[in-house]
């Protein structure tokens, strides 16, 4: 038994009930190549991944799209801009579903060839989720690298300027995530303090703040190897589970597609490589997959779902009840 269903077992939560329910959102990991090499990152993305999802596999989506109700489709990487089929992805996939959001690190706008990025999030009306783990240069170029928080901070008066935060219909959302080993304070209050600062020292605007807790693995797992911290971050974790996250966690209804077109039950069971399998042990994939199949289907657990489920929860769309402070070990 995994450590994550032995806590839910402790508090006397059946694993048999955590089932997917109808799905609503697909993420698409479209590769691993990146233009930054953060300290954070689950899936290891660098300058120099190589996961790079095909055309054929964005057709795969795009007929998924076509034939299911899925309401969002959620692109992510690495720097999802990097892959060369990403516009592609986005101007078919437009008319298919009410709400498209593309996950950007912001400095990928100023690399050679993406200069038309802004304005093509703008004309596609595209939800911008993007990261700024915190409104400090020290504290950002410290995590993600030297510059990183000019060039995020410039991008997001270009957005600012295009409508973005301003307009209907052009959210702008920021992600936190914390520095090392411990939990996002609460939401609603970090988002009051990043409004204040971003707009007073960076004329900033932005919609909602959405807080995200580290997950150990990746990147961040072998921080905390390095710096004798696993074990007791497991520990605060463990200590910090919070039974009223359960209901809510984003794998219930949210299906991840890998730059291969296997399917998980989130981006973080990707990077470890848990696909969702038949019953005969072969992968699923897109093609020909009907979303109710995966209704009522078990969900796949481990270690690394503690994250999730910790204080307020943590999901890719921000924490998943509100006004919880951490518990200190």
Not at 145 to 153: D, I, L, N, Q
Request: charged fraction near 20%; charge should be neutral; proline fraction near 5%.
């Amino acid at each position: 038994m995994n450590a994550f269903l032995h806590v839910l077992e402790t508090h006397k939560f059946n694993p048999a009930t955590l089932t997917r329910k109808k799905l609503s959102t697909l993420q698409v990991n479209m590769g691993d190549l990146c233009n930054q090499a953060c300290l954070h990152c689950h899936i290891n993305a660098s300058p120099a991944g190589e996961k790079v999802m095909s055309k054929e596999m964005c057709d795969d989506i795009l007929g998924f799209l076509v034939r299911t109700g899925v309401q969002t489709l959620d692109i992510t990487g690495g720097a999802p801009e990097l892959n060369p089929h990403f516009d592609y992805l986005v101007l078919k996939a437009r008319p298919l579903v009410p709400e498209i959001i593309v996950r950007s690190n912001l400095t990928v706008f100023f690399e050679t060839g993406k200069e038309w990025l802004p304005e093509f999030f703008q004309k596609n009306r595209v939800h911008v989720i993007c990261s700024v783990p915190c409104y400090t240069k020290e504290n950002v170029d410290k995590q993600r690298g030297h510059g990183v928080f000019e060039k995020s901070m410039k991008a997001l008066v270009m957005l600012n300027k295009l409508g973005f935060a301003r307009a209907h219909g052009l959210r702008l959302d920021l992600v936190y995530n914390p520095m090392g080993a411990f939990l996002p304070g609460p939401q609603d209050q970090l988002e009051g303090d990043y409004k204040k600062a971003l707009r007073e020292n960076e004329q900033v605007e932005f919609n909602n703040l959405l807080t995200i807790t580290n997950v150990p693995i990746g990147n961040f797992r072998r921080h905390l190897e390095r710096t004798d911290e696993k074990f007791q971050y497991f520990k605060l974790l463990k200590a910090n589970f919070n039974p009223a996250t359960v209901e809510n966690l984003m794998c219930r209804s949210l299906l991840s597609v890998g730059p291969d077109g296997r399917l998980y039950d989130c981006d973080f069971s990707l990077s470890l490589g848990l696909a969702i399998r038949n019953e005969d042990g072969a992968f699923l994939t897109l093609k020909d997959l009907a979303p109710e199949v995966l209704e009522g289907r078990l969900i796949t657990t481990g270690e690394h779902c503690l994250s999730c489920t910790a204080g307020s929860g943590s999901s890719c769309t921000g924490a998943l009840i509100f006004h919880t402070v951490p518990e200190p070990l």
